[in-house]
């Protein structure tokens, strides 16, 4: 156990050393970091379906180079109906794609699935999507990026420690039997702390940055639920196909999926922020 821990550790200073460069603001390491995980997010969810055959694979991490193409549509577009047009474009090929596997179905039913092709589908758009708006956060508001891994992470850690030291109460026990009430609530506050502090961070470091308290403490709620969340959606994936984690790329963790579950449905969420409810600025530059 304490060797186990150990091993988490040091997998997650790793981690959080290669997320750091994305946060410089103005580079492509963002989309290149982002790319790299929707690759490896695609072929685990693939292998864990059991629909990993080229017919299947190849085109879906094709796919995969939607990402890139997010931050082109900022950075590269001459008006903001250049951007719409080619983001409406990275939707249909998502779209599409999943239209393909679900095609395939009907030319082999022996040897594709509709149930499994279908899911394969589903999760494909959700991966992509999520990691795609990481990518365009980056692009509109540098500010918000460390507040994706705030979320998805520094709830974690936080609901982690408090279970271990008060949880009582089962959150879910069916998907997640070592999960708590007690450390959900931990992770809320957790998150709460964490936005606080890189508030206080940007207020001294940053002077043009406005912060309101108000709706960022709200923001911290909404993502960390969100963020926990999104960790059960996984791990109810991986308990109804069988398998403890997406794979063992990193040591300690599992999969590059175990550590983004969270991250993929909270960069939606920021994301539908940014661009639908801009009224709800959390900063102001």
């Not at 395939?104 to 999507?129: H, Q, R, T, V, W």
């Not at 408090?162 to 998150?191: D, T, W, Y």
Request: some cysteine; proline content about 4%.
């Amino acid at each position: 156990m304490k060797s186990n821990t150990v091993k988490r550790s040091v997998t997650a200073i790793f981690i959080i050393l290669f997320t750091l460069p994305t946060l410089i603001p103005d580079t492509p390491i963002m989309t290149v970091y982002m790319t790299a995980v929707s690759v490896i997010a695609v072929f685990e969810i693939m292998k864990c379906v059991g629909t990993a055959s080229p017919a299947v694979l190849i085109p879906s991490v094709a796919a995969t180079l939607t990402v890139p193409l997010c931050r082109y549509n900022f950075i590269k577009a001459d008006g903001l109906s250049d951007g719409h047009v080619l983001l409406l474009i990275i939707v249909f090929a998502d779209m599409l794609l999943a239209f393909y596997l679900m095609s395939l179905c009907i030319f082999k039913p022996d040897k594709y699935d509709i149930e499994k092709n279908g899911f394969s589908a589903f999760m494909l758009i959700y991966i992509l999507a999520g990691l795609q708006s990481a990518v365009m956060i980056s692009e509109m508001n540098a500010y918000l990026v460390p507040l994706i891994f705030l979320a998805a992470w520094g709830t974690d850690v936080f609901a982690w420690f408090i279970g271990r030291m008060f949880g009582k109460h089962k959150l879910a026990p069916v998907v997640s039997p070592n999960k708590s009430v007690e450390g959900a609530i931990g992770g809320v506050f957790g998150n709460i702390f964490f936005f606080c502090l890189y508030a206080l961070v940007l207020i001294i470091f940053f002077k043009n940055v406005e912060i309101r308290f108000g709706a960022l403490i709200i923001l911290a709620v909404i993502t960390s639920v969100i963020s926990q969340l999104g960790d059960l959606v996984l791990s109810l994936v991986k308990r109804r196909f069988g398998i403890k984690d997406f794979s063992n790329i990193l040591p300690g963790h599992g999969g590059i999926l175990d550590r983004f579950d969270s991250v993929i449905p909270v960069s939606l969420f920021l994301f539908m922020l940014c661009t639908v409810i801009d009224a709800f600025k959390v900063f102001i530059i």
